[in-house]
């Protein structure tokens, strides 16, 4: 199994990611770490006006997301032209077989049942039941792998202790067939009560948990040390929502940057770390600072996203490498996709193109 495999030689990086700019006034006190000085590169001007175009590309599509006109029309054209690209299926059978391809492969695996708020109790009763139905497929078909779910999609907008509920009831009935379940890290209103829910979780026993946090936000590494002492299993992600600049780095050079350095102290510190990126800069300087440090491929696993890099996955998994396929089914996948569309807007021309194909 890749996890047992002895760590493999490096490839050279090939450009570390460049320093944090200053943080802004309302930034909290703690300091994004700058890497070391031989680290630092200045982007040039072609790839400055690249990634100010990306941050418009973004911000626009995550804006539009929003537009009844957009959501009508992706709805109904998106799966056939694009969103399959991202999203194995809409039904658990599907998703099944998409994750046992994976297994073979040597990549692990976690599913979600797409969706997001519900609006009340019975709704998030009835997601309840469906993630009982996943979780007794993931033990019964031995898939390697274990579900990442949103707690909006378990009441969390309706309250916080329905959604508390819920989840304890999943986590300790993942609990009773060796399953892991994560709760994934939402928009920045949501941070503090997944957060809580997460300690609260621990606190009751349940060692099965993890959650998420996101690198462009500047609270992180307050974060990060506030939940050290329950040596926490945590995936680190950049962020993939709409964030106003009060509370998230607007520049993606310094989310890059914060992203770093909040891995090697999760790696350094925490039960077990998910590098989720398909940043290959950052994975290479995950891989340096992981063999520096003597830390085994037993204390981490890179993460992604299903259909982005599927080559570098293999690859990762070739060199001895966990990595994890994040696959996840259903009919509500349009936000996810929208996020897919947002974090590289050349993906749009893949969408348009597909759409005007013959
Ligand atoms: P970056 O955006 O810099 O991309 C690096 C390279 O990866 C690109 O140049 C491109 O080659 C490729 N790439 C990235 N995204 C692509 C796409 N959509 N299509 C095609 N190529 C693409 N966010 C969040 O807020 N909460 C969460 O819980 C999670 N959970 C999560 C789980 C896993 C397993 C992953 C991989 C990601 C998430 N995310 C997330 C999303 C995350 O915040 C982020 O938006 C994406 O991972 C994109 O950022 P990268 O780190 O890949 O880098």
């Known amino acids: 199994m890749a996890a047992s495999t002895p760590d493999p ?10 320093a ?15 890497p070391p000085p031989g680290s ?4 040039s001007l072609t790839e400055d006006a690249l990634a100010r175009l990306n941050a418009y590309g973004r911000k626009g599509i995550l804006a539009a997301t929003n537009s009844p006109l957009v ?13 399959s690209r991202f999203v194995p299926g809409t039904t658990l059978d599907e998703c099944i077989v998409a994750l046992k391809d994976l297994n073979a492969k040597g990549l692990r695996v976690n599913t979600t ?24 497929r993931l033990a019964d078909e031995r898939i390697d792998g274990n579900v990442a779910l949103k707690l909006t999609h378990l009441g969390l907008k309706v309250d916080e202790d329905l959604a508390y509920t819920n989840v304890e009831s999943l986590v300790a009935y993942a609990g009773e067939r060796g399953l892991f379940i994560r709760m994934d890290m939402e928009d920045s209103p949501t941070v503090d009560a997944t957060l809580r829910i997460y300690t609260r979780l621990r606190d009751a026993g349940h060692d ?5 946090l996101q690198s462009y936000l500047y609270r992180t590494p307050d974060d990060l040390a506030a939940l050290a002492p329950y040596r926490p299993n945590l995936r680190l992600v950049k962020g993939a929502y709409l964030e106003p600049e009060s509370v998230a780095y607007p520049k993606k050079a310094d989310v890059d940057a914060a992203y770093v350095s909040l891995a090697e102290t999760m790696l350094r510190e925490n039960r077990f770390t998910g590098i989720a990126t398909h940043d290959e800069r950052i994975i290479d300087q995950v891989i340096a600072f992981t063999r520096g440090a003597g830390i085994g491929s037993d204390r981490f696993e890179f993460q992604m996203l299903y259909g982005i890099r599927p080559q570098l996955q293999i690859d990762l998994v070739k060199r001895g490498y966990r990595v994890l396929v994040a696959t996840p089914f ?5 936000p996810f ?11 749009v021309l893949f969408f348009a193109k597909n759409l005007i194909r013959p």
């Open 20 to 34: 944090a700019a200053p943080a802004a006034a309302s930034v909290p006190a703690t300091p994004v770490p700058t």
């Open 113 to 136: 049942i797409l969706g997001e708020a519900v609006d009340n109790a019975e709704q998030a009763e009835g997601v309840v039941s469906e993630y009982r139905t996943v979780l007794d």
């Open 337 to 347: 996709f929208m996020r897919r569309l947002a974090e590289r807007p050349a993906n």
């Open 40 to 43: 630092i590169a200045t982007p």
């Open 330 to 334: 259903g009919p509500d996948w349009y």
């Open 208 to 212: 099965n948990t993890g959650t998420v």
């Open 71 to 83: 959501a009508e029309n992706v709805r109904k054209y998106g799966m056939r032209f694009g969103a």
């Open 9 to 18: 030689a490096p490839t050279p990086s090939p450009e570390p990611i460049p």
